[in-house]
């Protein structure tokens, strides 16, 4: 052991250091640190952010799930553009390659850290309308779809349709029973070992983002429960751990009502859970969307939770057929 | 820093949990399994040896922990050290516990090998046919080799494979531990909780524990 240990001392000083939390080393850099991606500053965050089709045309914005997580994978909606839409998409602060805040800069503002997400919302819209009449539709896919129904009910003027996909729930206690039976992974099975053994290897500080992020990305490559039983390239840029940790904190203390005001929401909404979920079972889906006024509930078939969107085959036969005819509908 | 540790934990080297008192009992060498909770469900294979250093009885040993799932020795941890008694008064006892630790961690995105070092210091109350105490220590990962798979880069191309230093990560633990012996067979028990070394953060399994048999030979 000692013999090994001293080659590997002897190894790793004639090597260059290198650093986990050094930008750029594991994961990649945000926006605030690569003037090359797109961007855009809202609400004094600097967001990663594009835009597709017609600036003139009714806006849909594509809202990512977590919080925490990126929309690479919800890209395939880009599609959208080619129908007459203006597809916009961003990262959420402290999510993907959108710009870092300290976990406090979140639980400081108390019950007030999910008004900092829908007042980003309104920014992103306002960022990206060239007219006040401007059309606004809302697609969310999972905590996006959370956030959408939030705003919606908050501002259901402001929306002129919805669209979610899997939110986990709208009431704090359904999203807490989601969460935790789609992460009741066996205390035997690799899922469980491959999430818990890594933190041997790296534990991070508060607050250090590139190592926090960095491990909370090895966790995303498959879930069975939900139904992404096999890892996907490039589904993603980079996790956002403190955001994800700061809001589900801010949630066990706050227990924030995502469908307050929902009733006040005329349009119908078309509401999409996936074939292969374990836990979004048809009785779930209804019980969550007893919450809207007007829905329509669709069953996107042989996909799991981040299939819905994220799957070409499941998008281009199943899922963008039926946002196009809701769409067509308002 | 480190060099001095590594000597260190080559000459004196350690594993399972050890009843003083009841050593005189037992042959020199002693073999153990064991299953627990060590950041996964681990199962563990352990050899040891006892010595006697500075007039001081010690223990040389080194274990193998291979944690559960449908992938085999895609991750293990194996340790290779020592504990030595330095106080004992009556009943009363106290040891500490140097290790080197060289771990593998393997998933779809990564893998990593790690040198690390565990220290520990444990205090109890140990008598011929049993024994109870208390333990802390502190897991350390000191520098760790990563790997990117092809599924990692195609979501991140530009990432920097290769060593990692200084210290990439460290756990701290305290608990209890209790053991009975007859003849040449013990079980033990061991049992507590883990944190990052922020102090602040859980680790996904904030437990750990472990039950074990050896055998001395």
Redesign the interface.
């Known amino acids: 052991?000692?013999?090994?240990?001293?080659a590997?001392?002897g190894?790793?000083s004639c090597?260059?250091?290198?650093?986990?939390n050094e930008p750029?080393?594991?994961?990649?850099r945000t926006v605030d640190q690569d003037p090359g991606l797109p961007s855009i500053f809202v609400n004094n965050a600097l967001l990663h952010a594009e835009a597709f089709g017609h600036p003139d045309s009714t806006l849909i914005v594509v809202i990512h799930g977590g919080p925490g997580s990126d929309y690479r994978d919800l890209l395939t909606s880009k599609s959208l553009a080619a129908h007459g839409y203006r597809v916009v998409f961003y990262d959420q602060r402290g999510s993907g390659l959108s710009q870092r805040f300290p976990h406090k800069y979140y639980t400081s503002l108390g019950r007030g850290a999910v008004d900092l997400m829908y007042d980003e919302l309104s920014g992103v819209i306002a960022h990206f309308r060239t007219e006040v009449n401007q059309k606004v539709y809302l697609v969310g896919h999972s905590w996006g779809g959370i956030l959408a129904a939030g705003y919606t009910g908050k501002n259901p003027d402001k929306v002129d349709g919805l669209v979610v996909a899997e939110p986990g729930g709208l009431k704090w206690e359904d999203i807490e029973t989601y969460v935790k039976e789609s992460r009741s992974f066996s205390?035997?099975?690799?899922?469980?070992?491959?999430?818990?053994?890594?933190?041997?290897?790296?534990?991070?500080?508060?607050d250090q983002h590139e190592i926090l992020d960095y491990r909370a990305?090895?966790l995303g490559?498959?879930n069975d429960i939900t139904g992404d039983d096999a890892?996907v390239?490039?589904?993603?840029?980079?996790a956002g751990a403190v955001i994800n940790a700061a809001m589900f904190e801010v949630g066990d203390k706050y227990h924030p009502d995502f469908s307050a005001g929902l009733e006040q929401f005329q349009p119908p909404v078309l509401f999409l859970y996936s074939g292969r979920n374990k836990v979004y079972t048809s009785a779930w889906a209804q019980h969550i969307a007893g919450a809207f006024k007007n829905v329509q509930l669709c069953k996107v078939q042989g996909v799991g939770h981040e299939g819905i969107i994220a799957n070409s085959g499941a998008w281009s036969t199943i899922t963008e057929p039926n946002i196009l005819k809701y769409f067509q509908s308002l | 820093m480190?060099?001095v540790t590594?000597?260190v934990?080559?000459?004196l080297?350690m594993a399972q949990t050890v009843n003083w008192r009841a050593m005189p009992d037992l042959k020199k060498n002693i073999i153990g399994i064991s299953l627990g909770l060590d950041?996964?469900?681990s199962y563990g294979l352990s050899y040891g040896r006892s010595v006697t250093v500075a007039k001081l009885p010690a223990f040389i040993t080194a274990e193998f922990l291979m944690?559960?799932?449908?992938?085999k020795l895609d991750?293990f941890?194996s340790k290779?050290?020592g504990q030595i008694r330095l106080i004992h008064y009556r009943g009363f006892q106290f040891s500490a516990r140097v290790q080197?630790v060289?771990?593998r961690?393997q998933?779809?995105?990564?893998r990593?090998l790690?040198?690390?070092s565990d220290f520990a210091g444990t205090a109890g109350l140990y008598q011929k046919k049993w024994f109870i105490a208390a333990e802390s220590g502190f897991?350390k990962?000191i520098?760790?080799h990563?790997k990117h798979s092809?599924?990692y880069r195609?979501?991140?191309g530009?990432?920097?494979d290769?060593?990692?230093?200084?210290s990439?990560?460290?756990?701290f633990y305290y608990g209890i531990q209790t053991g009975f012996n007859f003849k040449s067979h013990s079980v033990y028990l061991k049992a507590g909780s883990v944190r990052?070394?922020?102090f602040?953060?859980k680790?996904?399994?904030p437990y750990y524990g472990q039950v074990g048999y050896t055998i001395s030979f």
């Open positions: 052991m000692m013999i090994a240990f001293m590997v001392w190894m790793v090597t260059k250091e290198r650093v986990l750029g080393n594991l994961v990649p205390l035997w099975s690799e899922l469980f070992n491959d999430a818990g053994f890594i933190e041997q290897f790296i534990s991070g500080k508060t990305g090895m490559s498959k890892p390239p490039g589904n993603a840029w980079r | 480190i060099s590594l000597m934990s080559g000459y080297s950041h996964s469900v944690p559960s799932g449908e992938e991750d941890k290779a050290g080197g060289f771990r961690y998933n779809d995105f990564v990593m790690n040198f690390g897991d990962a520098v760790t990563f092809a599924l195609a979501k991140y530009n990432v920097v290769g060593w990692y230093e200084p990439t990560g460290g756990n990052s070394q922020d602040k953060t680790p996904l399994l």
